[in-house]
């Protein structure tokens, strides 16, 4: 496979420019900080502290090529609309938070994905629903995985992921499967396959965040 520069990479959006940004939203409290801080800095924080909008940094460097992945972590509670267009505008992809063990969340989570439909022309922007929180139990749950994932994947056609920031359970796996709903555009272009292709596998959740990691940062927005 060759790594010239060709016509579809050019034409590609998104990771082929070598910077990716990544919105998270959700509702308040269903753990979106969290899933960030375990997946950039192996950390899981147990007291909560309301996010207004914080954007992370990670650099990457795979097989000798550069990213730059943005990910931008929103305001679940007093989200102003302004930033919330703003957010949606401008991202690459999108992971929307909900927690297992509160119904409204899934629905604020449907809300969001109707807006980010609404706003964007494009509307086939990679979308994946995490279910955070399964370390809670079952019998705290409010929404039984098989309504949910059915829902996500037949009516919707978004990617869907359980998880839990508390336990690092697949917090690799919602990156994994940002890359895999962005397949149409990585097969566009040689480059961005082989980068693709030197992501950690399914089995390497406990390499996760070493993604050729050089440093990740928290900027300010
Ligand atoms: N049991 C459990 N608790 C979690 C998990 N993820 C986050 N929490 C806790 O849930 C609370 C909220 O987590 P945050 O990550 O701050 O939630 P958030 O979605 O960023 O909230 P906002 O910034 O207000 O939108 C914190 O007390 C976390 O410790 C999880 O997977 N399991
Ligand atoms: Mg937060």
């Known amino acids: 496979m060759t790594s010239s520069p060709n016509k579809n990479q050019l034409s590609v959006s998104n990771i082929s420019k070598s910077h990716f940004r990544l919105v998270v939203m959700g509702a308040a409290q269903v753990g979106k900080t969290a899933i960030i801080s375990q997946f950039l800095y192996d950390q899981f924080v147990t007291e909560y502290k309301a996010t207004i909008e914080e954007l992370h940094r990670g650099e990457y460097d795979m097989n000798g090529v550069h990213l730059t992945l943005d ?12 930033m919330r267009k703003l957010a949606i505008d401008t ?7 909900y927690s297992v063990d509160d119904e409204a969340s899934f629905q604020e ?32 749950r409010a929404i039984l995985p098989e309504t949910a994932e059915s829902l996500v994947c037949l009516d919707w056609g978004n990617g869907y992921v359980e998880a839990s920031a508390k336990d690092n359970v697949n917090i690799v796996g919602i990156f994994k499967e940002i890359l895999k709903q962005s397949k149409v555009r990585y097969e566009l272009s040689p480059a961005v396959r082989r980068r693709r292709e030197s992501m950690p596998s399914s089995t390497d959740n406990k390499k996760k965040g070493k993604l050729a990691k050089r440093r990740t940062q928290s900027v300010n927005t």
């Open 91 to 97: 991202g690459d992809a999108f992971v929307l938070v």
């Open 71 to 82: 990910i931008l972590d929103t305001a679940g509670s007093h989200s102003f609309p302004a």
């Open 109 to 140: 989570i449907s809300n969001l994905r109707q807006q980010i439909l609404d706003e964007r022309p494009d509307n086939d922007v990679p979308i994946v629903i995490v279910a955070n929180k399964t370390d809670i139990g079952e019998s705290r």
